[in-house]
């Protein structure tokens, strides 16, 4: 038999190395990649896709979105210019941040923080004219604990109105309600130039100097006030009888106003505003503003002379325009 031949075996010296591969040590073996929280960091990691954001091309006889939102009583147009700014406001699912951006609210969503706005055409205009009395506040807040001008308005056909200005809370008098934004806009701003005019009592003789600065004006926090005409009706020892008549009437104006000269004003009321007044309109009480009226403070707010109502025996509106008493409660 051939004897088998043994492979020699090769001794390693120094400088010399091993055909056999090398063995490796733990600390030589790479990391063992494990399913787990600790090994799918990377996994969990999504990049981020960067998308374009789409626009909304403004309508050409659309209706811009500060006047949208003024016409729907959310906010005059100034403060809608804000609440577009701050990105609330989006049409079609899309956020807008243009303020001349022009939408057709029949055709496009508008979204106001998520809550759409339907379109105003659908809604039939109403005016109101309430008698306010003292305690009940000029807001639409939610949260507001006490009595607000529009629940006294217990018309079911109202739908979403607003006060047509203020008056605060110690004064009464005429106030419009309605849901028309433009006509708001027109009866509400100084630079159309609707007029209000107001019964002051004063407590105390107010001498004539102190007239004539109500007249000129007076400097306030936001700058000069009052400017207005001033009629002294009675002056007696202890009180003072004034009619007043303002272009605008800022946050307690009146009563700031004759508190800088040195007399406290103790009854506030407004007697008209505009071409409407009522004296048989009892406080607390609301009625309709009839067309003629409605048509006469337009008239008004584009410089023209208010057309004279003429007494007819004949209802041309089937609506009722008889005072109505509303709740409080």
């Known amino acids: 038999m051939a004897q088998s031949r043994k492979k020699p075996v090769a001794l390693r010296g120094r400088g010399q190395q091993s055909s056999e591969p090398a063995k490796t040590s733990r600390r030589d073996k790479p990391p063992i990649k494990r399913k787990g929280a600790a090994g799918s960091k990377k996994r969990a990691v999504k990049k981020k896709t960067v998308r374009g954001r789409r626009e909304v091309e403004s309508v ?26 701050e990105g609330h406001v989006s049409v079609d699912g899309v956020q807008v941040f243009e303020l001349g951006l022009k939408v057709n609210p029949s055709l496009q969503r508008v979204e106001l923080k998520g809550e759409r706005l339907e379109p105003k055409d659908m809604e039939r205009k109403q005016y109101y004219l309430l008698n306010k009395p003292i305690g009940v506040v000029c807001t639409n807040e939610r ?38 934004g433009e006509f708001a806009n027109r009866v509400m701003h100084p630079r159309y130039g609707v007029l209000k005019t107001y019964m002051v009592k004063l407590r ?26 001033v009629l002294i009706k009675r002056r007696t020892r202890d009180t003072s009888q004034l009619e007043i008549t303002l272009r605008e009437g800022k946050n307690r104006e009146i009563r700031r106003v004759f508190h800088s000269v040195g007399y406290k004003v103790m009854e506030l009321r407004r007697v008209s505003i505009g071409n409407v007044n009522d004296r048989k309109l009892r406080v607390g009480f609301w009625r309709f503003l009839t067309p003629a009226e409605v048509q006469g403070l337009i008239q008004i707010s584009q410089g023209e002379e208010p057309e004279p109502t003429k007494p007819s025996g004949k209802k041309k509106s089937s609506r009722k325009v008889s005072p109505r008493r509303g709740r409080t409660s």
């Open 204 to 229: 105390g003789k107010i001498t004539d100097e102190g007239v004539q600065k109500v007249r000129e004006g007076v400097y306030l926090a936001e700058g000069k006030m009052g400017q207005s005409r």
């Open 143 to 180: 949260r507001e604990a006490k009595p607000k001008a529009i629940d006294l308005i217990n018309d079911r056909a109202k739908g979403r109105i607003y006060t047509v200005g203020r008056l605060d809370e110690e004064s009464k008098g005429l106030i419009i309600l309605t849901n028309d």
């Open 60 to 85: 050409e006889d659309g209706i811009r979105l500060n006047k949208l939102l003024a016409e729907h009583g959310l906010a005059s147009r100034r403060k809608a210019d804000e609440i577009i700014l």
